[in-house]
């Protein structure tokens, strides 16, 4: 089974592109990003007519997670626990049984946290970006901590907004103030992956120029001026199943792209 994360950065916009991708590599499970777009006004149509079960957690104009599987989806739970007053449409969750599993598959798109603003002593200012960035991986490890417990198999998988190490960026210097990068937030993703989760790609390889996104601007994908901060994580039950993991980053060069490509992990279930 292919499971796949993949931040379309608009599903009206990446229509086209979109479906040529779903017809050549076919993924069993899509996790999607950044679909902005409500629920109602989705083009369900477009996987649907591939024979795709969908599950979508929309918002107009921003934001917006969804899943699409080719196996039945079970148990639909939309947004992160932790803070009824998000209104951010970040997270959602389904389980699907395979051949001879059961996964509980976790869709995110965390937030970007920029600009970083902080107070005089240089701690985040309450109510700010960054803030709500570091408090929303709070709920997200305390999420992960929940399902550890209930010894349910789960990955965890989307746009992370994190480079994890230097050799994630092309140019880490160029990172350092940033929200992707500061070190409270790498920290903040490593108490998530120190819970005992794997970091799926780094488990198939140690390779460098292993990026998932590249800006639209200053020729960014021609220079290869890449980052990695799409991430697919696994607790132990999966990280037994791991079969591969690689990045489908053709994908970047193609007509009307998104400025993300998808990240693949292939698993026995």
Not at 17 to 27: G, Q
Not at 82 to 108: K, P
Not at 143 to 156: D, G, H, I, K, N
Request: proline share 6%.
């Amino acid at each position: 089974m292919k499971l796949v994360s993949f931040n379309i950065n608009g599903i009206k916009a990446r229509g086209p592109a979109l479906t040529r991708w779903l017809d050549a590599f076919r993924p069993d499970v899509l996790v999607m990003q950044e679909i902005k777009s409500v629920d109602d006004a989705f083009p369900r149509e477009i996987f649907e007519d591939r024979g795709y079960h969908l599950a979508t957690h929309g918002q107009k104009g921003f934001n917006g997670v969804a899943i699409a599987s080719l196996l039945p989806l079970s148990d639909v739970t939309r947004g992160l626990p932790g803070d009824d007053d998000d209104a951010q449409s970040r997270y959602i969750e389904a389980t699907v049984q395979g051949a001879t599993r059961v996964l509980r598959v976790c869709g995110l798109y965390l937030p970007n946290g920029n600009p970083v603003e902080l107070d005089g002593a240089g701690a985040p200012v309450p109510g700010g970006k960054y803030a709500y960035k570091l408090a929303w991986m709070a709920r997200l490890r305390a999420r992960a901590e929940a399902l550890l417990a209930a010894e349910t198999p789960f990955v965890m998988l989307g746009d992370y907004n994190i480079i994890p190490q230097a050799e994630d960026a092309a140019r880490p210097k160029a990172w350092e103030a940033d929200a992707l990068f500061r070190l409270p937030s790498r920290e903040a993703f490593r108490k998530i992956v120190n819970l005992g989760l794997t970091d799926a790609l780094r488990a198939c390889t140690q390779a460098p120029d292993n990026f998932t996104f590249w800006d639209y601007q200053a020729g960014a994908w021609d220079r290869n001026d890449g980052i990695r901060i799409d991430h697919i994580l696994l607790c132990p039950q999966a990280a037994d199943w791991l079969q591969d993991c690689g990045i489908d980053r053709a994908v970047r060069g193609e007509e009307k792209p998104s400025d993300h490509v998808p990240i693949w992990a292939e698993m026995a279930l």
